[in-house]
Nanobody, 116 residues
Framework: VQLQASGGGLVQAGESLRLSCAAS????????MGWYRQAPGKQRELVAL???????NYVDSVKGRFTVSRDNAKNTVYLQMNRLKPEDTAVYYC???????????WGKGTQVTVSS
């Protein structure tokens, strides 16, 4: 299983970015797919989770600004981030835990930097 995250960058506060996570070796449609982030000096936190049932959860700090979605045909999960804030600055990772065996996989992170 491989997860390839992309789409990070440097933006100003209030701007938007869209992160992509292309999966291979598994299907995003049948696994819970998560976006995590880790800021310097902080623990990694779950930002958004989309389940096979399409039930979605967000951390409170991004509700109303971030939207997670998936394209099953492209086997890709997205994180649309609007109205970005400096506190959103972090390395963002996509993640999957396979229900069939409990193993989990991480993509390489993509840096998001929001300047004030």
């Amino acid at each position: 299983v491989q997860l390839q995250a992309s789409g990070g960058g440097l933006v100003q506060a209030g701007e938007s970015l869209r992160l992509s996570c292309a999966a291979s070796g598994t299907m995003v449609a049948i696994n819970p797919m998560g976006w995590y982030r880790q800021a310097p000096g902080k623990q990694r936190e779950l930002v958004a989770l989309i389940r096979p049932s399409a039930i979605i959860n967000y951390v409170d700090s991004v509700k109303g600004r971030f939207t997670v979605s998936r394209d099953n045909a492209k086997n890709t999960v997205y994180l649309q981030m609007n109205r970005l804030k400096p506190e959103d600055t972090a390395v963002y990772y996509c993640h999957v835990e396979l229900p069939i065996n409990g193993m989990d996989y991480w993509g390489k992170g993509t840096q998001v930097t929001v300047s004030s």
